[in-house]
């Protein structure tokens, strides 16, 4: 059975979109556990009590920071290959980028810039990535409180 032109084209830009997403899903794994991990060996080692938890949360806070600054940089490769755009921003591109970045990152989703074509699935895993990190920046601070006197 031979595929139809659009549905052939479709399914291509698809699995490109598939690709740039796992390679923005890897980059903020390996980004973020390495700070994590940074974060854990360095603040347990130097600060203890408020000092601690409050470092704590300047680290992850650049962690998240990085994870967005992956997934911009995604829908930056994936609208320079015309898998869709962004609409609703005013301001420079790069910036509305990472506004909506850090915005499908924390899963808040509020709706002044909305992705078209492909980028709808490129938002979608990145909520689902801002929760995973989230998830794991929670157990590191809970960890820490826990052994705190």
Not at 42 to 70: H, P, R
Request: proline residues 2%.
């Amino acid at each position: 059975m031979i595929l139809m032109p659009e549905l052939y084209q479709q399914l291509m830009a698809l699995f490109l979109q598939l690709l740039i997403a796992l390679v923005a899903v890897i980059g903020c794994a390996m980004s973020h556990y390495r700070i994590l991990q940074f974060l854990e060996r360095q603040i347990t080692n130097t600060f203890t009590g408020v000092y601690g938890l409050i470092a704590l949360f300047c680290g992850i806070t650049v962690s998240q920071l990085f994870a967005a600054l992956w997934f911009t940089f995604a829908f930056q490769a994936s609208i320079t290959m015309d898998l869709g755009n962004v609409s609703g921003g005013t301001l420079n591109p790069f910036i509305e980028l990472f506004y909506y970045s850090l915005i499908n990152l924390t899963t808040l989703g509020l709706g002044q810039i909305e992705a078209s074509e492909h980028l709808r699935f490129l938002a979608g895993v990145e909520a689902m990535t801002g929760f995973l990190l989230v998830s794991c920046s929670a157990s590191v601070l809970i960890r820490f409180m826990k052994h705190e006197p």
